[in-house]
C-alpha cells in the first residue's frame, strides 16, 4: 500500500491498456525472427545459459530500467516510442511477467518496486521529483520534488535517491517513509564523485548500496558504499558501464557495456575482489544472449538464479 503520509497527494494517473505480442517458448541460442525490430522482455537463466522471451512490447522505440518485483510477478519499465523524447516523453509501464495487462501509467521513469510488488517508486521528468504510485497507477504521490532515481529498501521501510546535501554536493540521500525525513550518505564525509547516477542497487541485507559514478577527473566506475558509514567507500569495477546491473551472491555483479566482439550491448559477469576494484579481465560475457541485439538491464532474481533483461534492436 502507498503509504497514507506522504505528502501532495494528486488525482488518479490515466492508464492504457496495450494489444500484446506474447510469447513464452525458451529459445536458448536460438535467433528469434518474429518481431525482430520490437523490443523484448526476457529472462536468462543463469544456471543454464538459455534465454527465454517473455513477452513483446509494442509500439515502443526505446524501453529501459527494467524491475523486476521480489517475487517474480510483475515487471515495470521505462520507455518511449519512436521520434519521441527519451527524456520528457518517457512513460512508465507495468505489467504481469508473462505481458498480461500491459499499462501504461503516463509521465515516469526509473522505477522500483517496494519489497511487496504493491507499490512502485518512481520519477517524473514534466512533474520533476521522486513519487510512489500502487501498481494500477490509481493513485501517485510526490514525496520529494528535487531527488532523483529511487530504489526502495529490502526492508521496505526508506527510499533512496539521488539528489544534493546540505553542502550542495551531490549526494545520495535516505528518506524514511515513517516520518518523511530525508538524511545524506556521504554528507560532510565527503566523496571523489561529480556524478551519481540513477539505477543504483541495495545489498539484499541492506546494509551497502552499489552504484555507478563518475569521478573529478571524469573516469567512471560501480562502487559500493556502506549506508551506515560513508567512509567505507569501495570501488569495485573500474571501467565505464550503464547504470542498470544486479547482484549475484557475494562478489558477483552483472553489468551490460558495449561488446567490442559483438558490436552491441551485452550482459557481463564480473567477479569481484576483496583485495580492490578489478578491470575487465575480471569479466565474462553472459552466454545465451541475443549478441546481435542490445541487452539492458539486470534484474537478478533473490535465489541468483535468473537475470531479466530488455533485449533492444540494434539501431
Same mark, same amino acid.
Given at each position: ?7 501532495? $497527494? ?24 518474429? @518481431? ?26 526505446? /524501453? ?24 520528457? &516523453?518517457?512513460?512508465?509501464?507495468? /505489467? ?7 499499462? @501504461?501509467?503516463? @509521465? ?10 504493491? &507499490?512502485?517508486? $518512481? ?31 529490502? &526492508? ?33 564525509? *565527503? ?37 551506515? &558509514? ?6 569495485? $569495477?573500474?571501467?565505464?558501464?550503464? /547504470? ?5 551472491? @557475494? ?6 557495456? *558495449? ?30 544472449? $541475443? ?25
Amino acid at each position: 500500500m502507498v503509504p497514507h503520509n506522504l505528502r501532495q $497527494f494528486v488525482s488518479p494517473l490515466f492508464s492504457v491498456l496495450f494489444v500484446l505480442s506474447q510469447s513464452n517458448v525458451g529459445y536458448g541460442h536460438e535467433t528469434i525472427e518474429n @518481431d525482430v525490430d520490437l523490443i523484448w522482455v526476457c529472462k536468462l537463466d543463469l544456471e543454464t545459459n538459455t534465454v527465454k522471451r517473455l513477452f513483446t512490447v509494442p509500439e515502443l522505440g526505446i /524501453a529501459g530500467s527494467l524491475a523486476v518485483s521480489a517475487d517474480e510477478k510483475w515487471v515495470a519499465f521505462d520507455g518511449s516510442k519512436p521520434g519521441q523524447s527519451n527524456t520528457v &516523453d518517457t512513460h512508465l509501464f507495468v /505489467a504481469g511477467i508473462d505481458g498480461t495487462g500491459l499499462t @501504461d501509467l503516463g @509521465d515516469g521513469a526509473l522505477p522500483s518496486w517496494s519489497p511487496d510488488g504493491s &507499490d512502485l517508486a $518512481f520519477c517524473r521528468y514534466k512533474d520533476r521529483g521522486v513519487w510512489i504510485t500502487n501498481r494500477d497507477g490509481s493513485v501517485a504521490e510526490l514525496i520529494e520534488r528535487d531527488g532523483w532515481g529511487p530504489q526502495w529498501s529490502p &526492508d521496505g521501510k526508506s527510499i533512496l535517491y539521488s539528489g544534493r546535501n546540505d553542502d550542495n554536493e551531490v549526494d545520495f540521500l535516505l528518506m524514511d517513509l515513517s516520518t518523511n525525513e530525508s538524511k545524506p550518505i556521504f554528507g560532510g564525509n *565527503g566523496h571523489p564523485y561529480k556524478r551519481l547516477f540513477f539505477n543504483s542497487v541495495w545489498s539484499p541485507d541492506g546494509n551497502r548500496i552499489i552504484f555507478k559514478a563518475t569521478r573529478k577527473n571524469d573516469t567512471s566506475e560501480v562502487a559500493s558504499v556502506s549506508v551506515s &558509514d560513508s567512509r567505507d567507500l569501495k570501488p569495485l $569495477f573500474l571501467r565505464n558501464t550503464y /547504470a542498470n546491473f544486479g547482484l549475484v551472491g @557475494d562478489n558477483k555483479i552483472i553489468v551490460p557495456y *558495449g561488446s567490442k566482439s559483438h558490436g552491441t550491448v551485452q550482459l557481463h559477469l564480473v567477479t569481484l575482489s576483496r583485495d580492490g576494484p578489478v578491470k575487465d579481465a575480471a569479466s565474462n560475457h553472459l552466454a545465451g544472449q $541475443f549478441t546481435h541485439r542490445n541487452s539492458y538491464g539486470a534484474a537478478v532474481s533473490s535465489d541468483f538464479r535468473r537475470a531479466y533483461f530488455l533485449s533492444v534492436p540494434k539501431k
